[in-house]
């Protein structure tokens, strides 16, 4: 029951998030008409792509938050209504998720949890540095745009030693900037970082300057300046998995939300897609998970 003078929406579906995984969503439970409510805080990383080119369907790339406005337009087109906000927390109450948003509350069937990832940002002028694509986070979206370029991973630990070794094959300029302490980056990977030709570097990042838009130099506490064509960070993000796991959700180790083959978590009625779920981080992947989570729900109610 709605308390009084608090006004009520009762849908099918709960989105939360409104990037390509929670846009989708809607698109496709719009078009099998179903009702829903979205909710996003609009920290979406389409919002921080200079130019995507590994999206099939645009051969000359397209710049992220042109992506994002226009899926927006088509969820739009179907009848959703993107509300912003952020979603605090959803309680499950008589078979129905019910949350808050700004007074109103929300009570959903089901809901799809495209909550994201947020970034760890490497250095002060972070968001400037990568809106110029100085500073990337993610070669497998970007690496074929800087071949033979000099490149530089920023890391804690052995996840940078990969990031590198993976670049390695689109450039012999690769250096690790190791930010940790030395016990942090274990033997087997420099072994391998050495038998790559990639070269190490171990010190405190204290300054990150932007030369226009074509180089990015990290000034070492030890007062040594570092130039480089583009950098990337490997310091790794953090699974906006709050809300599912006060639900009960299950994750892995490394905190991303399980999900079965319809992206059901372990609480019935409550899926999750995109980058939240363990996986590729990727807009197509975002994309068919929310393809596959809506398609179920609509099944769902169907039967
Ligand atoms: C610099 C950069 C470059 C990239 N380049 C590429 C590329 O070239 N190709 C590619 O495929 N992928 C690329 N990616 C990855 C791609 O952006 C992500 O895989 C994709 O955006 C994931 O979509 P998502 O909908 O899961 O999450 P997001 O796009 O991050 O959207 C999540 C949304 O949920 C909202 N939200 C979170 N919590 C709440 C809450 N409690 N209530 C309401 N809303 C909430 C957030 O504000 C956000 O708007 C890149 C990423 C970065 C950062």
């Not at 986070?137 to 074929?144: E, K, N, Q, S, W």
């Not at 274990?186 to 074509?214: P, Q, T, W």
């Amino acid at each position: 029951m709605a308390r009084p003078g608090v006004a009520k929406i009762d849908v099918d579906a709960l989105i939360v998030g409104g990037g390509p995984a929670g846009l989708t969503a809607a698109i496709y439970l719009g078009r099998f008409r179903r009702s829903l409510a979205l909710v996003d805080a609009g920290q979406s990383r389409l919002g921080l792509i200079p130019i995507t080119h590994n999206h099939p369907g645009f051969p000359d790339g397209v710049k992220g938050r042109v992506l994002w406005a226009r899926m927006k337009t088509q969820a739009e087109h179907y009848g959703a209504v993107v509300r912003t906000g952020a979603i605090e927390s959803i309680h499950h109450q008589a078979k129905m998720f019910v949350c808050d948003l700004d007074g109103t509350e929300i009570r959903a069937r089901f809901v799809v949890l495209a909550t994201g990832v947020a970034d760890r940002p490497p250095a002060a002028h972070f968001a400037e540095a990568v809106k110029k694509a100085l500073i990337r986070l993610c070669p497998i979206c970007d690496a074929y745009e800087v071949i033979d370029k000099q490149i530089g991973v920023i890391s804690i630990g052995e996840r940078g030693a990969h990031e590198a070794i993976f670049l390695r094959d689109y450039s012999p300029h690769v250096t690790l900037l190791h930010a940790g302490k030395p016990a942090e980056l274990n033997a087997k990977a420099r072994k391998m970082l050495a038998a790559a030709g990639i070269g190490l570097v171990e010190a405190e990042i204290v300054s990150v300057n932007l030369e226009g838009d074509r180089t990015v130099e990290l000034a070492l506490a030890d007062g040594v300046r570092l130039g480089f064509d583009t950098v990337y960070s490997a310091l790794g993000m953090d699974n906006r998995t709050g809300l599912a796991v006060a639900l009960g959700a299950k994750t892995n180790e490394a905190g991303c939300l399980l999900v079965d083959e319809h992206q059901k978590t372990s609480v019935d009625g409550l899926y999750a897609v995109g980058d939240v779920v363990r996986g590729l981080n990727q807009i197509s992947i975002a994309e068919a998970e929310a393809a596959i989570a809506a398609t179920d729900i609509h099944n769902r109610l169907r039967a």
